[in-house]
């Protein structure tokens, strides 16, 4: 399986982004998909998270504000991210695995994209 991330970039405090995260070699509509996204010097964390049957969660840090979506036919997610904040700037990560969207695990992952929140 390989993932391919694309669409980060330097936005302005407010802004708006969507990352795509392009799989192959395997069919999204069977796997659960998920963003994470790691900040200088912090761990990495799940931001979001979207199940084979549509279910997601997010972390609090980000509900209201960013959407995971798929399009199974293009075997595309996105992460539509609103209303940014400068505390949203990390490198992030699309990943394929399984789970719920309580219990997702990654099992394989896409090279990062960088997200910037700057004024």
């Known amino acids: 399986v390989q993932l391919q991330a694309s669409g980060g970039g330097l936005v302005r405090p407010g802004g708006s982004l969507r990352l795509s995260c392009a799989v192959s070699?395997?069919?999204?509509?069977?796997?659960?998909m998920g963003w994470y996204r790691q900040a200088p010097g912090k761990q990495r964390e799940l931001v979001a998270v979207i199940t084979s049957g549509g279910s997601t969660n997010y972390a609090d840090s980000v509900k209201g504000r960013f959407t995971i979506s798929r399009d199974n036919a293009k075997n595309t997610v996105y992460l539509q991210m609103n209303s940014l904040k400068t505390e949203d700037t990390a490198v992030y990560y699309c990943?394929?695995?399984?789970?719920?969207?309580?219990?997702?695990?990654?099992?394989?992952w896409g090279q990062g994209t960088q997200v910037t929140v700057s004024s």
């Open positions: 990943a394929s695995g399984a789970g719920t969207v309580r219990t997702f695990r990654a099992g394989a």
């Open positions: 070699g395997s069919a999204i509509s069977i796997s659960a």
